[in-house]
């Protein structure tokens, strides 16, 4: 039975199965999640709050001492802060791009005139958007339509010098192949992504896409008031969603 009320909490699909356990199934990405997700509401305050000590990157642990709160509700503001993060994200990609994924073969044009070696693997490019990147994900739903990207917009690729590196996710055999002259500081881009996910200690490897969205988001945004009153936004909305999902 295939249900259509409720989005993935990943890919935001809205095709599920119901398991025999009564937890569903994503249709398209076969993410296995609950229906129920039982999040205590927030108050302005307290939201207010929580977004700070997520822009800071302040640990789930002190984050609820700080907060009074649980560190595993902390953890699930977390992850559904990042998922609304993920899902704006590539929404914003496709709308600009006409897909969120780009096609492999991309990549091995660029890592034979790199020669960046045969056992090289792509995870994503990075796309000019204006004097912003925006992120293109090599892996992702084969249905999703593909990015109409030209090559002069494609700044450069982050690979993995094997598939080793790549299924570890090995940050210190994962790098970044320049395509474009750097006009506004761009290249630095692995390098501050990784010294964003390392301060994670490996807890960015089960949903490496939701955290390099993430590492987009702040990189693209430099003024710590207008990300907070955005990332305050997207929060107020997700939850406002999610407990709509649980009252009906």
Same mark, same amino acid.
């Given at each position: 039975?295939?249900?259509? +009320? ?31 997700? =039982? ?5 302005? %305050? ?15 642990? #002190?984050?609820? !001492? ?19 993060? =993920?899902? !704006? ?5 496709? +709308? ?15 890592? !034979?005139? *790199?020669?960046?070696?045969?056992? #090289?693997? /792509? ?18 739903? /084969? %249905? ?12 450069? $690729? ?6 080793? #590196? ?14 474009? /002259? ?7 881009? $692995? ?14 490897? *089960?949903?490496? =896409?939701?955290?390099?969205? +993430? ?14 009153? $955005? ?12 407990? !709509?999902?649980?009252?009906?």
């Amino acid at each position: 039975m295939i249900m259509k +009320e409720i989005c993935c909490p990943v890919c935001s699909g809205r095709r599920h199965y119901i398991l025999k356990d009564n937890r569903l199934q994503c249709a398209d990405c076969r993410k296995k999640f609950s229906a129920e997700k =039982h999040l205590i509401k927030l108050s302005q %305050e307290t939201m207010k709050m929580f977004v700070q000590s997520f822009w800071r990157m302040t640990s789930a642990s #002190a984050a609820a !001492e700080n907060l009074g709160m649980n560190s595993k509700t902390v953890q699930k503001y977390y992850d559904l802060l990042r998922r609304a993060l =993920h899902s !704006e994200l590539k929404k914003t990609a496709k +709308e600009r791009f006409g897909g969120s994924r780009v096609a492999p073969g991309r990549f091995r044009e660029a890592a !034979e005139r *790199k020669c960046l070696g045969r056992g #090289a693997e /792509p995870l994503l490019c990075l796309v000019r958007a204006d004097r912003n990147i925006s992120l293109l994900f090599v892996q992702g739903d /084969p %249905e999703e339509e593909v990015a109409a990207v030209a090559d002069k917009d494609i700044y450069g $690729w982050i690979y993995a010098v094997d598939r080793d #590196a790549l299924d570890s996710l090995n940050l210190d055999r994962i790098h970044y192949s320049q395509e474009l /002259p750097d006009e506004y500081g761009h290249s630095s881009f $692995w390098v501050y992504a990784k010294k964003g996910l390392v301060r994670y200690h490996g807890g960015f490897r *089960k949903h490496f =896409h939701l955290f390099m969205r +993430e590492m987009e988001f702040r990189f693209n945004n430099h003024d710590e008031k207008v990300a907070l009153s $955005w990332l305050t936004n997207v929060l107020q909305a997700k939850t406002l969603h999610e407990q !709509e999902l649980i009252n009906d």
